[in-house]
């Protein structure tokens, strides 16, 4: 795709989130784009909502009967992310801030009775030291100060698909949050292609291998190569998705 073409898809994406969240259309890309993102960003991190299930929760704020249980944070989370999603449409033109960034924590966490009840901060930088699997991340003490090196950088550079990949890859080694770290950070990968004329990058959860691996090279090795090329593919899945709705 020219620069020409893809300026025009992301002009019809932006118009139409606005007409079809507005019209409370279930219907169109909005939707479609909603539920996709939702679906898989929590998928990656263990959800066992289905993508049927997640659809007739955006759709209708229902269920479906089932003889199995469903998990009560699974449902929050969901709900959260449609939230968040949204949060992300009405401040898109506000530059990304620390404070921009906690506030789509909050609308993705503030449902959650478990995180809650543990004692989690919500929408504001964890309070106690997280890990990524055997990976120590930032020390809830020097969080905001690492946050703030890495938006410094991030708002001097022209941003290219490579410079996401540094940025997410930056973001989730500082692991801000006590949870929701890979959700808040995938939402703000979409939202900073949408600001920067990039086609969205939605993570399919049958990626989700691929993508931890380029995630600890980044950490291991310093280089996001694996991972710029995974996003690439991932531009190409979502347009071709939405080429339906064109």
Known sequence: MNSNDIQEFISFLTTRFKIEREKFDRSGVYAY???????????IEGSTLTEEQTASLFDHGTLPRSNDYYRAKDVEEMNGHFLMFNKMLDTLEEPLSQDLIKQFHYELKSGVFEDRANGYAIGDYKKRPNMIGMYQTVRPENVEAEMQILMDWYQHQSVTISVLSEFHAGYESIH???????????????????????????????????????????????????????????????????????
């Open 33 to 43: 784009t909603q539920r996709l993102l939702a679906y898989n960003s929590n998928k």
């Open 176 to 246: 801000p949050f006590q949870d929701g770290n890979g959700r808040t950070g995938r939402l703000l990968l979409f939202r900073e292609c949408l600001k920067n004329t990039l086609i969205p990058v939605v993570i399919e959860d049958a990626n989700r291998n691929e993508y931890l691996e380029a995630l600890a090279e980044c950490r291991k090795e310093h280089c996001t190569d694996k991972l710029t090329r995974l996003f690439e593919k991932e531009q190409a899945f979502y347009f071709d998705k939405c080429r339906y709705f064109c």
